[in-house]
């Protein structure tokens, strides 16, 4: 028996060993991908694949710190592509974190919108391309809210109206969040709204409606399966589930909220940086682009696609905002050194 | 035999030439457990007095600041929030010992007498749970606590939760999932214990019309007392460290000491205060085992 | 023991459903057709056909066994090497109460001390020489630490099963230690380290908090999978790899135990 197991426990080993030699013979170009969950039409990907003869590995997060702390950990020399939100790129930069851009390498990059190119945070796009923008708004399950106003104090007020609620696990999105509601910035450096916005969202954390802090895309999936009534969640994913669900609904509240831009860019030792200036060219292509943000249902900042995009996203406030929202948006801008008091803020929320 | 050789196992050899090749033997695996645990923890002690530079990676500068910030004073002045967490890790760890301690009692009888042949079917049917993996014994949860299932209607109709709201993230559920997670451990020990038992013992007691307890405490007990200590040992230390399930059942509200330590490894990317965090932990681990061993030693010179 | 008190048998039987009927769920919404939220839409297969084209579980899945398969035989060669070692000398009173913490110590270090005290020391490491990077080597790492002392734990029961019989006849019969090791005692020894080695695959098969630290890009293995999907929230396509995870695992519960009773039935013929 113990020859069997032993013949048996070779030949396994045999196979392992032929398995992944053959994987590895076969090995085409490959692109390794790093990007939110939920955000890129597979079809996109398998058409590039097609096109460059190369295969695309993808893998997925839920937030930029968890994006960051990867690419310290080793990932920048093992993705190809990142899409950082527009407020860690100037710190991702000065860590060296992200490799500056081959411009020649891109030539649809001149299908971006002229105001993308001289975004505060990356001026000239040096290190990267816009991907697709959008805010951080609050969906609801109306089969849950009767009696709901668009407003982010059905989140912070407690009444005995109140409801199981999801945030988002993004310390810069959340704590900015709760600045709006209070009418401060989002990138203010004052102690004393800083702590009125870690107590409001203290106490919001001990209620007993709070179920966590979930990436968009998890908060989404609760408030969609009926144990959440209302949740933090990215714009683009909400309206995906609206598509499918009649009674989930979408808001941007009245008091503001995150307006942000995620963009492409490439880690500083990436294994294929040829491929990804294609990658990020075939995204800023005009059909390519209007197809993702067909598909993932946020805006884009590709002038060129703007033709092509659904007529219901152009015209539906929610994805393209009128300008009366607009005003009520707010970006998140890194602050430098003043960063260590926002995390040190959320490090606080986390743990009481 | 010349001088200086010893017979040792059947090999007529010389003690250097024996110790030599031992040494050979084991010096693989210890260097490897010195360099790759040993040092490691050491490390962990040298980082906890490091600080955390702006963007997330570590300093070197020496400060005491993160001790500051265990004992809970940040930002804004002090808040007790760090020493509950590893007080309600303890709490949590030790009721959950106990209370797989007091079930796994009946489970081994229960195991104990089955008929011969089915006694393999039913250790395997405790073996499975236990060779699942955590991750899906956890997750499994969530569906049982629903808000459409038995357990959380149950709860709703008795006004202990609102309707229509689940049974996690609460406290409940992470003690019903760290009990489940570490019965089969506590479990086993237990039933080999009581497999080897001496009912004469027992039957003595109850001819001399002793209650149950009595019964329990002067027959039983005492015999399966070590088994009880093993299982302590593979249950407590673990579970004061367990981060999966209080972050799926107990969400943000009820954080363990465990999902304080991942998070600075993860979105708060602070490494030096994570390594402070788990070496306050590493501190109590010892001190747990420091103490269960002491007292099993007094036990055995007890005894003997 | 003949006779157990029918609440001792109830109390036993309902802890048994509640270990299971979690599992279970998890198995019948396998076949759930709907796809979020706990309705019931049908039965349905296609989330089994889902997972074989889905690339990220495949590649999950061959990391999980390659991870599984290269710790394993690893760390039965040191485990047991350090176990013979450990018998076939005589140490000390003094040696050996340097070698048993030592040996232990992976044993009895919390899961999550242990990751942590890794990853640090790895980012140190990386810090100075660039070596180190988190990926497969570093997680095959991690494993092996903590197999090595579950293996030398099984061989070394073995050896004192064994005895020292054996090695005396072969050595009156003048063979050399080598020898007398290769065909005496490794034959014998050949349960214990199998034993050992299956120990070890299901112990990496199961680890989670370890392989969670240690992961690098591309190094995700099925249970860090599942629980980054968990938290995205479940799809019946989890609970479907979820089944097939739990089947395998039955199967290596099943194949332990028929190799045990195997051993006990030759050793009693012998």
């Known amino acids: 028996?113990?020859?069997?197991?032993?013949?048996?426990?070779?030949?396994?080993?045999?196979?392992?060993?032929?398995?992944?030699?053959?994987?590895?013979?076969?090995?085409?170009?490959?692109?390794?991908?790093?990007?939110?969950?939920?955000?890129?039409?597979?079809?996109?990907?398998?058409?590039?694949?097609?096109?460059?003869?190369?295969?695309?590995?993808?893998?997925?997060?839920?937030?930029?710190?968890?994006?960051?702390?990867?690419?310290?950990?080793?990932?920048?020399?093992?993705?190809?592509?990142?899409?950082?939100?527009?407020?860690?790129?100037?710190?991702?930069?000065?860590?060296?974190?992200?490799?500056?851009?081959?411009?020649?390498?891109?030539?649809?990059?001149?299908?971006?919108?002229?105001?993308?190119?001289?975004?505060?945070y990356d001026?000239?796009?040096?290190?990267?391309?816009?991907?697709?923008?959008?805010?951080?708004?609050?969906?609801?399950?109306?089969?849950?809210?009767?009696?709901?106003?668009?407003?982010?104090?059905?989140?912070?007020?407690?009444?005995?109206?109140?409801?199981?609620?999801?945030?988002?696990?993004?310390?810069?999105e959340m704590i900015g969040t709760a600045l709006k509601y209070l009418g401060k910035s989002m990138n203010?450096?004052?102690?004393?709204?800083?702590?009125?916005?870690?107590?409001?969202?203290?106490?919001?954390?001990?209620?007993?409606?709070?179920?966590?802090?979930?990436?968009?895309?998890?908060?989404?999936?609760?408030?969609?399966?009926?144990s959440a009534a209302y949740a933090l969640v990215y714009n683009g994913d909400a309206y995906r589930a609206m598509a499918e669900d009649k009674n989930l609904g979408f808001v941007n509240p009245k008091e503001g909220s995150v307006r942000w831009i995620d963009n492409m860019a490439v880690p500083a030792k990436a294994p294929n940086a040829a491929l990804a200036y294609k990658f990020i060219s075939y995204i800023l292509d005009a059909q390519v682009g209007a197809r993702l943000s067909n598909f993932n249902h946020f805006a884009t900042p590709n002038a060129a696609s703007m033709k092509f995009i659904d007529k219901s996203d152009l015209n539906n406030p929610a994805v393209y905002p009128t300008a009366a929202t607009m005003k009520t948006l707010e970006t998140v801008l890194d602050l430098g050194k003043d960063n260590r008091l926002y995390s040190e803020l959320w490090k606080i929320i986390k743990t009481r | 035999m010349t001088e200086n050789e010893i017979v040792y196992h059947g090999e007529l050899v010389k003690p250097r030439a024996l110790y030599r090749r031992g040494l050979v033997f084991i010096l693989p695996g210890l260097l490897w457990i010195a360099f790759f645990l040993a040092l490691p923890c050491l490390s962990l002690g040298i980082v906890s007095f490091a600080q955390r530079n702006d963007y997330g990676g570590i300093d070197w500068t020496f400060t005491f600041d993160n001790m500051k910030r265990l004992v809970g004073f940040d930002l804004f002045g002090w808040s007790a929030d760090n020493l509950v967490i590893l007080g309600r890790s303890v709490m949590v760890a030790a009721i959950s010992t106990f209370l797989c301690i007091v079930l796994s009692y009946p489970l081994a009888f229960f195991l104990a007498s089955r008929p011969v042949r089915n006694k393999g079917m039913w250790m395997a049917l405790l073996l499975v749970p236990f060779w699942t993996n955590l991750v899906i014994r956890t997750y499994a949860w969530l569906i049982v606590l629903a808000p459409q299932f038995p357990p959380a209607r149950f709860a709703a109709y008795f006004e202990m939760v609102d309707p229509g709201t689940a049974l996690y993230p609460s406290m409940i559920a992470v003690y019903i999932g760290m009990m489940a997670s570490f019965l089969p451990f506590v479990a086993l020990p237990l039933y080999t214990a009581v497999e080897k038992l001496d009912w004469s013992l027992v039957e003595a007691s109850f001819d001399l019309r002793a209650g149950f307890w009595r019964t329990f405490r002067y027959a039983i007990w005492p015999q399966t007392k070590s088994a009880v200590a093993l299982g302590i040992t593979l249950t407590l230390v673990p579970a004061m460290g367990m981060f999966v399930v209080p972050d799926m059942l107990g969400g943000a509200k009820y954080m363990l000491i465990g999902n304080l330590i991942q998070e600075q490894f993860g979105t708060s990317r602070d490494w030096p205060f994570g390594a402070s965090l788990s070496l306050a932990l590493m501190v109590i681990t010892l001190a747990t085992l420091l103490f269960f061993n002491s007292k099993a030693r007094a036990n055995k010179e007890r005894r003997s | 023991?003949?006779?157990?008190?029918?609440?001792?048998?109830?109390?036993?039987?309902?802890?048994?459903?509640?270990?299971?009927?979690?599992?279970?769920?998890?198995?019948?919404?396998?076949?759930?057709?709907?796809?979020?939220?706990?309705?019931?839409?049908?039965?349905?297969?296609?989330?089994?056909?889902?997972?074989?084209?889905?690339?990220?579980?495949?590649?999950?899945?061959?990391?999980?066994?390659?991870?599984?398969?290269?710790?394993?035989?690893?760390?039965?060669?040191?485990?047991?090497?350090?176990?013979?070692?450990?018998?076939?000398?005589?140490?000390?009173?003094?040696?050996?109460?340097?070698?048993?913490?030592?040996?232990?110590?992976?044993?009895?270090?919390?899961?999550?001390?242990?990751?942590?005290?890794?990853?640090?020391?790895?980012?140190v490491i990386r810090s100075l020489t660039g070596l180190f990077e988190l990926g497969m080597p570093t997680m095959i790492v991690g494993h092996v630490t903590f197999q090595i002392a579950f293996v030398t734990l099984a061989v070394r029961n073995r050896l004192e099963a064994i005895?020292?019989?054996?090695?005396?006849?072969?050595?009156?019969?003048?063979?050399?230690f080598g020898y007398s090791f290769r065909t005496v005692i490794l034959p014998l020894l050949l349960p214990g380290i199998l034993a050992g080695a299956m120990l070890a695959f299901t112990l990496s098969l199961d680890d989670f908090i370890i392989s969670f630290f240690t992961a690098g890009p591309k190094s995700m293995t099925l249970p860090i999978f599942i629980y980054a999907s968990v938290h995205r929230g479940v799809t019946p396509e989890i609970h479907a790899l979820s089944t097939l995870v739990m089947v395998f695992t039955i199967l290596v519960v099943v194949l332990l135990r028929r190799s045990e009773k195997h051993n006990e039935q030759t050793e009693a013929k012998s």
């Open chain 1, 123 to 172: 001026y000239g796009n040096k290190y990267t391309i816009p991907y697709q923008w959008g805010t951080v708004g609050l969906m609801y399950n109306k089969k849950l809210t009767p009696d709901f106003i668009p407003s982010w104090s059905v989140i912070f007020k407690h009444t005995d109206k109140h409801r199981p609620y999801v945030l988002i696990d993004s310390e810069r």
């Open chain 1, 188 to 226: 203010t450096k004052d102690k004393t709204d800083l702590k009125a916005a870690a107590d409001l969202l203290i106490a919001a954390k001990k209620d007993k409606n709070f179920l966590g802090f979930e990436g968009g895309v998890g908060g989404k999936a609760k408030v969609a399966g009926g």
């Open chain 3, 163 to 176: 005895g020292n019989e054996y090695s005396e006849a072969a050595f009156d019969l003048y063979a050399s």
């Open chain 3, 1 to 123: 023991m003949k006779h157990t008190h029918p609440l001792i048998n109830l109390t036993a039987v309902l802890l048994f459903m509640v270990l299971y009927i979690p599992l279970l769920c998890v198995v019948l919404f396998s076949f759930n057709a709907s796809r979020l939220g706990m309705q019931w839409g049908g039965f349905t297969l296609h989330w089994y056909v889902d997972l074989f084209h889905d690339g990220m579980v495949l590649r999950a899945a061959m990391n999980t066994i390659i991870l599984a398969v290269s710790s394993t035989l690893i760390s039965t060669v040191v485990g047991t090497v350090l176990a013979v070692g450990l018998q076939t000398a005589p140490w000390g009173k003094k040696a050996r109460r340097f070698f048993e913490p030592l040996i232990n110590l992976p044993v009895v270090t919390p899961d999550i001390i242990f990751a942590v005290a890794l990853v640090i020391a790895f980012g």
């Open chain 1, 1 to 120: 028996m113990n020859k069997i197991f032993f013949n048996r426990f070779r030949a396994a080993l045999v196979a392992c060993i032929i398995a992944v030699a053959a994987t590895a013979a076969a090995a085409t170009e490959e692109l390794h991908l790093y990007i939110w969950s939920e955000y890129i039409d597979p079809q996109i990907l398998k058409n590039f694949e097609a096109k460059y003869h190369c295969k695309v590995i993808s893998d997925l997060y839920e937030s930029n710190e968890e994006m960051i702390g990867k690419l310290q950990a080793g990932g920048i020399s093992q993705y190809d592509i990142v899409i950082p939100s527009d407020f860690v790129v100037p710190s991702m930069i000065k860590l060296g974190l992200l490799k500056p851009l081959d411009h020649g390498a891109i030539p649809n990059l001149k299908n971006l919108k002229p105001e993308y190119t001289k975004s505060a």
